[in-house]
């Protein structure tokens, strides 16, 4: 049905008109706004219906922009980017997300790609907690954390099992077999005698640093340092490996869990851009 004179001008009308103007061509206005160009078309006509002014005319098959086209065009384009600039502004006075992260996750995963996730356009403020303990619920909006659950009042998608593979310093050698592994000294992880039996040895008797770890990203550390030979995810140090910091010579041997790294956010809450941004890059699923 036609509008009134007096009716509002809808505002995607405006938005539509604005690219016909910039381009001159309203095939290329569509290609802009991802719509057809008969839909800009249609638009087009009922504005200046509703305006009773002509916006646009025809030579040949050359559109031509009239003059009230341009004054009004440029008038839009003043509104929309007014409005695109109090959107940024809202969204920046946003308070930050709370996130609580287990250390070795924020560290070896998620760290090295904030950058990437804060310059996509909706992403959220990040106030990151990587403490060892979890905090107490209602401190944190996002939590990140290993375990087994279950989570009651969270909604939980498991990201991925704390695997173990051994790593070690080059400068202790490259092992080539389990013997030959089990003459270095190893980093205390309770995860040891399942990769034992893994590896055909459940009977052996290895020799542990004196040293224990309070998470995964230390005992990499001190693998790095040459201190023994530590039981670390393949996924979260391969950078480590990869510039040649460590190696992982029994690489096709690798145990999971018992744990595993869990996404958790409140169940009584909006679902937040991070976590779906978060879910999409494991291809995980909610489970509650």
Not at 33 to 54: D, N
Not at 89 to 94: M, V
Not at 175 to 197: F, K, M, N, S
């Amino acid at each position: 049905m036609a509008l009134s004179p007096t009716s509002p001008l809808p505002l995607e009308s405006l938005r539509v008109l604005a690219a016909c103007v910039r381009h001159g061509n309203f095939s290329r206005a569509a290609d802009e706004l991802a719509i057809t160009p008969t839909a800009v078309s249609q638009r087009m006509r009922a504005l200046e219906e509703q305006l009773g002014v002509k916006l646009f005319g025809r030579h040949g098959p050359k559109l031509i922009v009239t003059e009230r086209a341009v004054a009004l065009a440029a008038g839009v384009e003043q509104a929309l980017a007014l409005m695109r600039t109090a959107v940024d502004d809202c969204r920046r006075a946003r308070p930050p997300l709370r996130l609580t992260c287990a250390p070795t996750f924020a560290a070896c995963w998620l760290v090295p790609r904030l950058a990437a996730y804060q310059a996509l356009p909706e992403s959220d403020a990040i106030a990151l907690d990587a403490g060892q303990g979890l905090s107490p619920a209602g401190s944190f909006d996002v939590a990140i954390r290993s375990g087994s659950g279950p989570w009651p009042g969270y909604r939980a998608s498991r990201l991925l099992a704390e695997q173990g593979t051994p790593m070690l310093s080059p400068r202790l050698g490259r092992p080539a077999t389990v013997d030959e592994l089990l003459a270095l000294p190893l980093i205390p992880d309770p995860r040891w005698p399942a990769w034992l039996q893994a590896a055909g040895r459940p009977d052996a008797q290895p020799s542990f640093v004196s040293t224990r770890f309070p998470n995964y990203e230390l005992e990499a550390r001190a693998a790095v340092q040459g201190l023994g030979v530590a039981l670390l995810s393949p996924r979260l140090f391969a950078d480590l490996c990869e510039r040649g910091e460590l190696v992982a010579p029994f690489a096709g041997i690798v145990v999971d869990g018992p744990d595993s790294y869990w996404l958790l956010s409140p169940l009584d809450a909006p679902e937040p851009h991070f976590v779906q941004w978060l879910k999409a890059q494991f291809a995980t699923k909610t489970i509650v």
